[in-house]
C-alpha cells in the first residue's frame, strides 16, 4: 500500500524556518514534489525533484528560500522552508509521481499526502 506521510508543520513567525518531512511507503517512484493551498485558494505547485536528485524545480514565490530533496537513507522526503513570510501560509501536500518528469502540475501526481498546516505570523 502506497502511503505518503507529511508532518514538520507548525506555527512560526516571519523571517523563521521550517522543514517538512514526508516518509514514503509502499514503492519508489520517478518523481515527486511539494504542492501547498492557502485559505480561499486553489493548490499550487511549490516543488519538485526527480526520485534520484539533481533536476530540482521551484515556483518562483519560493526560489531562493526554498529546498526539495530526498534523505535516499530512509526514503523520505523534505521541504527546507526558510525566510518565511505570511504568504507561505497554507496546507502543505508532498506528492510522488511514476514519471520521472518531476511534476508541476496535480494532475502529474500520481499519490498524495494528507497535508501539513504552515501558518506563518506576521
Known amino acids: 500500500q502506497v502511503q505518503l506521510v507529511e508532518s514538520g508543520g507548525g506555527l512560526v513567525q516571519t523571517g523563521d524556518a521550517l522543514k517538512l518531512s514526508c516518509t514514503a511507503t509502499?514503492?519508489?517512484?520517478?518523481?515527486y514534489a511539494w504542492f501547498r493551498q492557502a485559505p480561499g485558494k486553489e493548490r499550487e505547485f511549490v516543488a519538485a525533484?526527480?526520485?534520484?536528485?539533481?533536476?530540482?524545480s521551484y515556483a518562483d514565490s519560493v526560489k531562493g528560500r526554498f529546498t526539495i530533496w530526498r534523505d535516499n537513507r530512509k526514503n523520505t522526503l523534505h521541504l527546507q522552508m526558510n525566510s518565511l513570510k505570511p504568504e507561505d501560509t497554507g496546507v502543505y501536500y508532498c506528492?510522488?509521481?511514476?514519471?520521472?518528469?518531476?511534476?508541476?502540475?496535480?494532475?502529474?501526481?500520481?499519490?498524495w499526502g494528507q497535508g501539513t498546516q504552515v501558518t506563518v505570523s506576521s
Open positions: 509502499g514503492r519508489t517512484f520517478g518523481s
Open positions: 525533484n526527480t526520485w534520484r536528485g539533481g533536476a530540482a
Open positions: 506528492a510522488a509521481a511514476s514519471e520521472r518528469l518531476p511534476p508541476r502540475k496535480e494532475d502529474d501526481c500520481d499519490y
